[in-house]
């Protein structure tokens, strides 16, 4: 005689016909639900737990699941790299790349490498000479404009100083940059958030010398930070004219650079990164020489130079 197949699951047997009497139907709708079954030995043996700092996992069939992101890659606009734009005096290329970069909502910073900050003047053996660190943008328009405002208005140094004076406060010079420092007094400056820390992840010069004078400093400093940096030039001649266009070439580097640390960050998670490590950070590391090259067939006009230093 075969075996009613419904005795195997004790569940169905209700679906059997029985000889009892049937309750009442007040009873039956009273009667709770039986409870679900319990799930199979073997999903539990493959299920995960959720990945700690980004960490790769997999979902039970063994497909890859993306790893959970830092707050700062939730955040609108999500995951952004922290810049440093560097010229000479800390007025016109570096400033044209920090307004950039800090519209794009990049945190950002700005020095110039020089002795001392020079503006053009009545003719090339007169420049007006300022202090880095104690001259403001608006101390310096204001003696400008008492001295001849038709001359600097039209060479644009008015101009200029009326958009740095709206970007930070005062002109900085790299080699007195106290790297790993709190800047929270520096909270005003236009892409502050995010460089509160005194670190960033990527420096960009715009002129050769600057660049050497960048790299030779951090070499002197002998990297107690233990930190890698990216220090990038792209040569932009000093003139308000190639200061605009040179102020989208950078941009157009950042965004670059940028797009690729955010995919090896979900490819790989995050952890290490602020650190300066973990296998995110080599994979950016390792392509920025190629990311480099795609931007230079874009820019022809601005040779650029890279290298990978230290903090």
């Known amino acids: ?17 029985t000889k009892t009497n049937t309750p009442p139907a007040t009873a039956v ?7 679900p079954p319990p799930p199979p030995a073997a999903a539990l043996r493959n299920a995960t737990s959720t990945p700690v700092n980004g960490a790769t996992t997999t979902t039970p069939n063994g497909t890859p699941q993306k790893p959970n992101l830092r707050s700062e890659d939730r955040q609108e606009g999500g995951f952004k790299l922290r810049f440093c734009t560097v010229c000479a005096s800390n007025n016109n290329r570096s400033m044209e790349g920090h307004l950039r970069l800090a519209s794009a ?3 950002v910073i700005s020095f110039g490498t020089g002795s001392l900050v020079r503006l053009p003047g009545p003719s090339i053996s007169q420049p ?5 660190n ?29 958009r740095n004076r709206a970007v ?10 106290a790297i790993g420092k709190s800047r929270t007094n520096h909270v005003a400056d236009k892409g502050s958030s995010g460089a509160e820390g005194g670190v960033v992840d990527v420096v960009i010069t715009c002129e050769e010398r600057c660049w050497d004078a960048v790299v030779d400093d951090l070499l002197m400093r002998g990297s107690p930070l233990n930190r890698p940096i990216h220090v990038f030039n792209v040569d932009i001649k000093d003139s308000h004219e190639e200061a605009l266009v ?17 995919e090896e960050r979900e490819t790989s998670g995050t952890q290490g990164w602020n ?24 820019w022809t006009q601005f040779p650029a130079l890279w290298t990978l230093a230290w903090f």
């Open 1 to 17: 005689m075969s075996t009613d197949p419904r005795r195997a699951d004790p569940r169905l047997a209700r679906a059997r016909p």
């Open 105 to 107: 909502h990049y945190p």
């Open 134 to 162: 104690t001259s403001s943008y608006e101390q310096m328009h204001k003696e400008l404009y008492d001295k001849d405002p038709r001359l600097y208005k039209a060479n644009g140094i008015l101009n200029m100083l009326e």
């Open 128 to 132: 007006n000479i300022y202090q880095f």
């Open 29 to 35: 709708a009273n009667k709770p639900p039986p409870p």
């Open 168 to 177: 930070k406060w005062g002109p900085e010079r790299w080699q007195d940059w």
């Open 246 to 262: 040179g102020g989208n070439a950078i941009l157009d580097l950042a965004d670059s650079l940028n797009k690729a640390a955010e």
């Open 275 to 298: 650190q300066g490590g973990g296998a995110a950070r080599f994979g950016f590391d390792e392509r920025v020489p190629d990311i480099l090259a795609e931007w230079q067939e874009r």
